[in-house]
């Protein structure tokens, strides 16, 4: 889910990846690219999360 999804409200502009890749290089593909993380062995032992999803998270903070 995209923030401004959650802020109700068109984003102001687009950066384009090459531009991102430069300012901030390798941690480019940190933001722009989606990973599937899975709290796996936090589950196991018991851990409980508050929200099952970011769309739920981001709505809850704002």
């Given amino acids: ?3 401004k999804k959650a802020h ?3 984003s102001l502009f687009k950066v384009p990846e090459f531009i ?3 300012a901030v290089g390798e941690s480019a593909d940190m933001i ?3 990973k599937r993380v899975v709290p796996k ?3 196991e032992k018991g851990f409980k999360l508050n929200f099952s999803n970011l ?3 981001l ?3 704002i």
């Fill in 8 to 10: 109700h409200r068109p």
């Fill in 20 to 22: 991102l890749c430069v």
């Fill in 41 to 43: 062995v936090a589950i």
């Fill in 1 to 3: 889910m995209k923030v």
């Fill in 59 to 61: 709505n809850d903070i």
């Fill in 55 to 57: 769309e739920l998270a």
């Fill in 32 to 34: 722009v690219n989606s």
